[in-house]
């Protein structure tokens, strides 16, 4: 399974944007990139997915870099209800999710 | 409109007893996926149910089974538990084994301890 490379943690102020890098230099053609984020004592939230264009959702935006090979999560005005757990997750043909660690998302009011 | 409903939410069972947890998907999904989350660590995929079958597997014993339903929900079962099976089991809806739309919709998931 091809792996994400994700910063361990992450700051923010509340109203600030966010952006999450993540880094999949091994993806393949047929990967999609999905986004899931994960609150203390819930199971894992999808946030975005996409293949190679960005794309756009109520939640946030997903910048896929041209060669696929990174992209970041965008949250356009950060919450304190956004401090969570981002997974970066590469879904490939066999359609498991392979997590990594994620990024742990601090929002400071 | 339901999510996924997971049940129960909280068990304990003695080492070498056997577990059943269950699963009731999402309205409209028709894939479940089950994952194992221990404390401080991502989630592990288990298997994939999907037309009452098995379809995908990641790497665990066959202690692991599970079942698929007609309605499309599911059961996982744990067989001779270890203490190390002490975990977070989460289960995972989607239209398609792909959840080419909306992604995966997770539950809370069942904690379960082994003592």
């Known amino acids: 399974d091809a792996k994400t490379t994700q910063p361990n943690s992450m700051e923010s102020n509340e109203e600030e944007p966010v952006h999450l890098p993540c880094n999949h230099s091994?993806?393949?053609?047929?990967?999609?990139i999905h986004w899931y984020r994960q609150l203390p004592s819930q199971g894992p939230e999808y946030v975005i997915h996409g293949l190679t264009s960005n794309v756009n959702n109520r939640m946030a935006s997903l910048a896929i870099a041209e060669d696929r090979k990174s992209s970041t999560l965008i949250l356009h005005r950060a919450t304190l209800r956004d401090a969570a757990v981002y997974y970066c997750i590469l879904r490939g043909s066999n359609y498991k999710l392979t997590f990594g660690k994620g990024t742990l998302l601090t929002v400071n009011p | 409109d339901a999510g996924v409903t997971q049940s129960p939410t909280h068990l304990i069972k003695t080492r070498g007893q056997q577990v059943t947890l269950r699963c009731s998907p999402k309205s409209g999904h028709d894939t479940v996926s089950w994952y194992q989350q221990a404390l401080g660590q991502g989630p592990q995929f288990i298997f994939q149910?999907?037309?009452?079958?098995?379809?995908q597997r990641g790497n665990f014993p066959d202690r692991f089974s599970g079942h698929q339903f007609p309605n499309y929900s599911s059961e996982l079962n744990v067989n001779a538990l270890l203490l190390g099976d002490s975990a977070l089991y989460l289960c995972?809806?989607?239209?398609?084994?792909?959840?080419?739309?909306?992604?995966?919709?997770f539950g809370s998931g069942t904690r379960l301890t082994v003592v």
């Open positions: 149910y999907y037309e009452e079958e098995e379809r």
């Open positions: 995972a809806s989607s239209r398609g084994q792909g959840a080419r739309d909306y992604g995966y919709t």
């Open positions: 091994t993806i393949s053609g047929t990967d999609y």
